[in-house]
């Protein structure tokens, strides 16, 4: 009787795996393809390590239109399980003629802000992704997410007053990369952006040079006159 009830439950483990990769196989097959692959392919690829990098790449992401949005929206708040981590820290101790046999794992924060900015580069079709293209530049706690968050941000949705509020505050950031980006975002909003020029006067010296130089830029284009008052030439 124990060794039946044994059996049993190993039939039932086997068909809970089996009705996974059948439910998984299912999902990849109604996943958009895109340049021959489907969007789970090039998502990936956006996040995985590649040989010589210890920190990773921006992945290309080809012919995106709005039915890669959903999966891209998924991506965007990746975060790293127990599994990935463990799975890294073996994997980049392999030889690399071992390491060429198995998948590369694939860095979450990396995932996360080359989605940021693969959303940026597509469009009027991922206007849809500025809520949660917000909420990353306000919460995520990686700061190459937050940057190109607001990077994709000014690309997006730089006329509307949500956004250039967002942005606004990101200029008090205590991150130079990051109050770069939100500076850089403003820029593309020009004159709509004219309730930020005094929180952009405020760093006009900051002291950080990328910071400065994009500030300056970004008051000219919104308003000339005021950046002239703030000795910005």
């Not at 071992?98 to 991922?126: F, N």
């Not at 968050?149 to 130079?176: F, H």
């Not at 970004?218 to 030439?233: F, Q």
């Amino acid at each position: 009787a124990a060794m039946r009830k044994r059996v049993y439950i190993a039939l039932a483990v086997l068909l809970v795996i089996l009705a996974g990769v059948i439910a998984w196989q299912a999902q990849r097959l109604r996943e958009p393809v895109y340049a021959g692959k489907p969007v789970s392919y090039w998502i990936a690829r956006s996040g995985e390590y590649y040989e010589g990098s210890d920190f990773g790449h921006i992945g290309g992401f080809p012919g995106a239109d709005s039915n890669a949005i959903p999966y891209l929206l998924k991506a965007l708040e990746r975060q790293d399980g127990l599994f990935g981590q463990a799975y890294f820290r073996r994997w980049i101790r392999l030889p690399y003629r071992i390491q060429r046999l198995l998948p590369k794992p694939v860095d979450a924060e990396q995932m996360r802000y080359s989605t940021a900015m693969s959303l940026g580069k597509m469009g009027a079709v991922a206007r849809p992704a500025i809520p949660a293209l917000l909420r990353a530049m306000k919460e995520d706690k990686s700061e190459q997410v937050r940057a190109f968050s607001a990077w994709s941000l000014g690309r997006l949705g730089n006329q509307e007053r949500m956004v250039i509020t967002a942005l606004t505050e990101a200029l008090n950031d205590k991150v130079p990369f990051i109050r770069q980006m939100a500076a850089e975002a403003l820029r593309m909003s020009g004159p709509a952006a004219q309730s930020a020029v005094p929180s952009l006067v405020k760093c006009v010296d900051d002291e950080n040079p990328d910071v400065k130089s994009s500030v300056a830029d970004a008051l000219k284009a919104i308003d000339p006159e005021a950046a002239a008052k703030a000795g910005v030439k």
